[in-house]
């Protein structure tokens, strides 16, 4: 299994606090990945980092930054959480490895509840 | 239209069935494939990759065809360790991919 951890797996918060939620990998790959998933909707793309510093929005950022300061860590905020933004979060990571270089592997998730 | 379509099941086999699931891509732009399986609470862990007509591994045989725009993922002599939800996964450009919502596969002793 590829090194990803998620931190903290699973947060209760209310609304309008700030979240922050972590990723971090060891296998040194250079792009990583905020997802969400919901009933219905399949993952959806929040953000995605192709190296230190450089991200880009996904289809749904609206609501969420992220920050990659170092290789193995990528970072997901929610500057003022909603009660749409209950979901599990997944983090991914992928390298440039010739022809198999859009594979993604997951970490185990966090699970996000805001009330 | 979603960019990945599958049929979301679930799909109710017995044990050492063969069974077949379909997913449509309306991106004809995509250059990869790929089959994902998810257990219940658990992450998407990559089950196969699909980058020219086909792939076959063991029991698992994923095909892909371009003219018609679906991949199709074949498991034959289901286990009950196979039960979980299949995700159809395609890219929609440079390191990026596009998830379909599942399909899921029961398979009873």
């Known amino acids: 299994d590829a090194g990803i951890t998620q931190s903290p797996r699973h947060k209760v918060t209310e609304t309008g606090t700030p979240v922050t939620l972590r990723c971090h990998q060891t296998?040194?790959?250079?792009?990583m990945y905020w997802y969400r998933q919901d009933p219905g909707h399949g993952l959806r793309l929040i953000h995605y980092?192709?190296?230190?510093?450089?991200?880009d929005k996904g289809e749904v950022s609206d609501g969420y930054s992220v920050s990659r300061s170092k290789t193995e860590d990528f970072l997901l905020t929610l500057e003022s959480a909603t009660s749409s933004q209950t979901s599990v979060y997944f983090c991914?990571?992928?390298?440039?490895?010739?022809?198999?270089?859009?594979?993604?592997?997951f970490g185990p998730g966090t699970r996000l509840t805001v009330t | 239209r979603k960019e990945v379509e599958q049929d979301p099941g679930p799909f109710n086999v017995p044990e050492g069935a063969t069974v077949a699931f379909n997913c449509t891509y309306s991106?004809?732009?995509?250059?990869?494939f790929f089959w994902y399986r998810q257990d219940c609470r658990k992450e998407p862990k990559l089950l196969m990759s699909?980058?020219?007509s086909g792939n076959e591994d063991g029991r698992f045989t994923a095909q892909l065809n371009r003219a018609s725009q679906y991949i199709s993922l074949l498991i034959r002599d289901s286990k009950l360790s196979d039960s979980a939800t299949y995700l159809c996964?395609?890219?929609?450009?440079?390191?990026?991919?596009?998830f379909g919502t599942g399909t899921r596969l029961l398979v009873s002793p």
């Open positions: 991914a990571i992928s390298d440039q490895q010739g022809s198999r270089g859009y594979e993604q592997y």
């Open positions: 296998e040194n790959h250079r792009y």
């Open positions: 980092s192709y190296g230190v510093k450089d991200t």
């Open positions: 991106n004809s732009a995509s250059q990869s």
């Open positions: 699909v980058y020219s």
């Open positions: 996964v395609g890219n929609t450009g440079f390191q990026k991919l596009v």
